[in-house]
């Protein structure tokens, strides 16, 4: 199954890659022929994806190096290992995750920004830092990230984490304009694209509440579909963008 696929021959670094949706994606990518390489802060959880990965996309190139995304060194590090095993970066899925509300806007703690400041914008700076060079230099670079309809459209529990996605989309956004920029007249090469859910979901969830409808909710495997199939567009077309997988608010 490896390496004859729609992704043959690429290497793609998933960021957050330990949880259930890097999970996924670490099986996704290496069944449409990529070499995968994982990170994650929790050594054990990101073993064990990797181990999952590996074996169901039938030997596939899956590796897994435990990074602080949090340390922009370690980050740059990651990413000069990656291109010096593998020859070259052509894409960074940012999946970490995380999330802190409130019952009402007036009980809002700033002890939640500190938090999903560090987790959701930080870790894009970092890795959008370390990874935007090499992925310019590939012809099918992209900086996938991924965000919540909230961002769009915040409700009052929902203020520290809303903002610290909108903060991660703008900073995205501000990559893309640099791919853009890179291409000159005649247009980017790489792409720097935001995939906006709702919430996901995955079978473990579904499992704990078999009554709950999530209604609106993603799938960890549509996520991952989706992200393989932007490889399939190219780098103008979705360089920039918000591709929802889920309606508008």
């Known amino acids: 199954m490896a390496g004859n696929g729609a992704l043959s021959g690429a290497v793609i670094a998933v960021a957050g890659a330990g949880g259930p949706a890097g999970r996924a ?12 390489v994982g990170a994650d802060n929790d050594p054990e959880r990101l073993s064990e994806a990797v181990d999952a990965a590996r074996y169901a996309a039938g030997g596939a190139t899956v590796t897994g190096d435990t990074v602080d995304l949090l340390d922009l060194q370690s980050t740059r590090e990651w990413a000069a290992h990656i291109e010096k095993n593998f020859g070259r970066i052509d894409g960074l899925v940012h ?88 291409g000159g007249p005649d247009g980017p090469t790489s792409a720097a694209a935001i995939l906006v859910v709702k919430a996901l979901v995955h079978d473990a969830m579904r499992a704990e509440r078999p009554n709950a409808k999530f209604a609106g909710f993603t799938d960890v495997k549509d996520l991952a579909d989706a992200i393989v199939d932007v490889w399939s567009e190219p780098a103008a077309e979705v360089n920039g963008k918000r591709l929802w997988l889920t309606e508008k608010p």
């Open 25 to 36: 994606a670490l099986l996704r990518l290496a069944e449409a022929g990529a070499t995968v």
């Open 95 to 182: 999946l970490v995750g995380g999330w802190r509300g409130s019952e009402t806007f007036t009980k809002t703690s700033l002890d939640d920004w500190d938090f999903l400041e560090l987790l959701l914008i930080r870790t894009v700076q970092h890795t959008s830092l370390a990874f935007h060079e090499a992925l310019q230099r590939s012809e099918r670079g992209r900086y996938l990230l991924i965000s919540a309809a909230g961002a769009s459209k915040p409700t009052a529990g929902n203020a520290a984490y809303a903002a610290a996605k909108a903060a991660a989309e703008a900073w995205t956004l501000a990559m893309a304009d640099y791919f853009r920029k890179a």
